[in-house]
């Protein structure tokens, strides 16, 4: 009967958690739930509140913006961009691309209009964006309208675009999101069936 209860006092104590063990247990989970709520907030900003991730694929806005650097953009109107700002847009008529460059200039057209029934006579302003890459020679082509304006750049992270991949980054922000979610769910899972089965 003595023998019996040191036995399970020995295996007692191999699986007792020491304050170190504890210290460090703390830790990973901290750092676990921080890796999961950052990258769930970035999945959320970007695919539901209108927030984009761009990484930078040339080196027209150097050395603002380096190849390889990722943006961040958020939704604004046209109408509160100004001179400086720097700007994300889409380009190209038939294969799109999405631009990164500042603004150097903005153009306000203004349209006036008669109905021709009534007489009543009505105007519209819509703005137009001048814009230019940093280390480019000359101006952008074509102005940018409201419906290719995606957003203003105000978060940049530098090379972070070149691992995650200039094209993609929306859909890597999605796997991150759900591989680091299974990861922790997994550890938790192991950690609940090794107390249960330590019964601690």
């Given at each position: 009967?003595?023998?019996?209860?040191?036995?399970?006092?020995?295996?007692?104590?191999?699986?007792?958690?020491t304050p170190i063990g504890f210290v460090l247990r703390l830790i990973g989970a901290l750092l676990a739930g921080l890796l999961v709520a950052a990258v769930a907030i970035a999945l959320i900003?970007?695919?539901?509140?209108?927030?984009?991730?761009?990484?930078?694929?040339?080196?027209?806005?150097?050395?603002?913006?380096?190849?390889?650097?990722?943006?961040?953009?958020?939704?604004?109107?046209?109408?509160?961009?100004?001179?400086?700002?720097?700007?994300?847009?889409?380009?190209?008529?038939?294969?799109?691309?999405?631009?990164?460059?500042?603004?150097?200039?903005?153009?306000?057209v203004t349209v006036n209009t008669t109905d021709s029934k009534t007489g009543a006579k009505s105007s519209e302003t819509s703005r137009l964006l001048r814009t230019k890459g940093d280390a480019?020679?000359?101006?952008?082509?074509?102005?940018?309208?409201?419906?290719?304006?995606?957003?203003?750049?105000?978060?940049?992270?530098?090379?972070?675009?070149?691992?995650?991949?200039?094209?993609?980054?929306?859909?890597?922000?999605?796997?991150?999101?759900?591989?680091?979610?299974?990861?922790?769910?997994?550890?938790?899972?192991?950690?609940?069936?090794?107390?249960?089965?330590?019964?601690?």
């Open positions: 009967m003595e023998s019996t209860a040191a036995s399970d006092l020995s295996v007692s104590h191999q699986h007792r958690l900003a970007t695919q539901l509140l209108g927030f984009h991730a761009l990484g930078i694929a040339s080196d027209s806005m150097a050395p603002v913006l380096q190849r390889g650097d990722l943006v961040i953009t958020r939704p604004v109107a046209i109408t509160t961009v100004s001179n400086g700002d720097i700007v994300a847009f889409d380009e190209g008529q038939f294969t799109t691309v999405t631009v990164v460059h500042r603004v150097v200039g903005v153009i306000n480019n020679p000359t101006l952008d082509g074509v102005p940018v309208a409201a419906d290719r304006f995606r957003g203003v750049v105000f978060v940049s992270l530098p090379t972070v675009g070149g691992v995650l991949g200039s094209g993609q980054v929306q859909e890597v922000l999605f796997g991150l999101a759900i591989a680091t979610a299974i990861a922790w769910l997994v550890y938790e899972v192991v950690r609940f069936r090794r107390r249960r089965t330590n019964g601690t």
